[in-house]
Antibody, heavy 118, light 106 residues
Framework: QVQLQESGPGLVHPSETLVLTCSVSGVSITSHYWSWIRQSPGKGLEWIGHVYHSGSTKYSPSLKGRVTISVDTSKNQFSLRLRSVNGTDTAVYYC????????????WGQGTLVAVSS | DIQMTQSPSSLSASVGDRVTITCRASQTIHTFLNWYQQKPGKAPNLLIFGASKLHDGVSSRFSGSGSGTEFTLTISSLQPDDFSTYYCQQSYNTPRTFGQGTKVEI
């Protein structure tokens, strides 16, 4: 079955860069497209952006300029880089797959909490 | 950005109740509307896609309807496992946006 697993540091200092990687198993990374979604403590869900296996991307305007999502098809992984973080970037970050036709979020990683603090 | 507004924000219900949650979009999204269930400390799970299509393995007591700007999620007979937070989400365009959530409590 499709499984996604986030990895990366749980603590990032203000003004630094948050880097997370999502490892995909059970399906080829070419079969879906891939998103990052975050959820601040006690809050709702915020889409960060997505990447296609070609490397083409779409980002949330609210984060554009700070975010880069990339894909490594040889490793069946995709990654998130968020620059110049501050306390408002503290959240649980999820990596998620989307079906090409349905455009929903069908498979989710378990999520990883990233705290921004000095 | 397309704004998604859910109502109510929370509701109290009992096992066996019929529950309806409404989601409104700030512009037409046709049927590009998905529903998710989230339990505390867990990732959301897809329930319904395309406004009314049940995702694999989801109980038939969940149903969705609507098109354009107004949508509903109905739970026909609430079960103990259904006490969760529910989110709608539009996939008509980017940025993808979610409703603020509806918490279903006892």
């Amino acid at each position: 079955q499709v499984q996604l697993q986030e990895s990366g540091p749980g603590l990032v200092h203000p003004s630094e860069t948050l880097v997370l990687t999502c490892s995909v198993s059970g399906v080829s990374i070419t079969s879906h497209y891939w998103s990052w979604i975050r959820q601040s403590p006690g809050k709702g869900l915020e889409w960060i952006g997505h990447v296609y296996h070609s490397g083409s991307t779409k980002y949330s305007p609210s984060l554009k300029g700070r975010v880069t999502i990339s894909v490594d098809t040889s490793k069946n992984q995709f990654s998130l880089r968020l620059r110049s973080v501050n306390g408002t970037d503290t959240a649980v970050y999820y990596c998620v797959s989307s079906d090409w036709e349905r455009n929903d979020f069908d498979y989710w990683g378990q999520g990883t909490l990233v705290a921004v603090s000095s | 950005d397309i704004q998604m507004t859910q109502s109510p924000s929370s509701l109290s219900a009992s096992v066996g109740d019929r529950v309806t949650i409404t989601c409104r979009a700030s512009q037409t999204i046709h049927t590009f509307l998905n529903w998710y269930q989230q339990k505390p400390g867990k990732a959301p799970n897809l329930l319904i896609f395309g406004a009314s299509k049940l995702h694999d393995g989801v109980s038939s007591r969940f149903s969705g309807s609507g098109s354009g700007t107004e949508f509903t999620l109905t739970i026909s007979s609430l079960q103990p496992d259904d006490f969760s937070t529910y989110y709608c989400q539009q996939s008509y365009n980017t940025p993808r946006t979610f409703g603020q959530g509806t918490k279903v409590e006892i």
